[in-house]
């Protein structure tokens, strides 16, 4: 079994910053791609920012230049680093990784998810 637990959601002002967490745990032989997605109330769930295991990242437009995504390896753990937050980051957000369990196989996890507000 594996689980992926966010941390660091919350409420703050237009142009404030937050940091989220993940922490993955249980049964891994290694993390391939890792990730935050969103989802906004009435919308669907969206990539917010993937990074490999060798460290390459993307992002969804809409964040670039905002948000930062980082990951410790050793540590088993992705972070979204995001400034400059607008209503529009309004959501929750998911922590997902692509996983090599002991049996051989790669699944995806997801995590239980984190409010992000936006308001002030």
């Known amino acids: 079994q594996v689980q992926l637990v966010e941390s660091g959601g919350g409420l703050v002002q237009p142009g404030g910053s937050l940091r989220l967490s993940c922490a993955a745990s249980g049964s891994i032989s290694r993390i391939y791609t890792m990730a935050w997605y969103r989802q906004a109330p009435g919308k669907q769930r969206e990539l917010v920012a993937a990074?490999?295991?060798?460290?390459?990242?993307n992002y969804v437009d809409s964040v670039k230049g905002r948000f930062t995504i980082a990951r410790d390896n050793a540590k088993n753990m992705v972070y979204l680093q995001m400034n400059s937050l607008k209503p529009d980051d309004t959501a929750v957000y998911y922590c997902y990784a692509n996983v090599l369990v002991p049996t051989g196989t790669h699944n995806g996890y997801w995590g239980q998810g984190t409010q992000v507000t936006i308001s002030s």
């Open positions: 990074i490999t295991e060798g460290g390459n990242t």
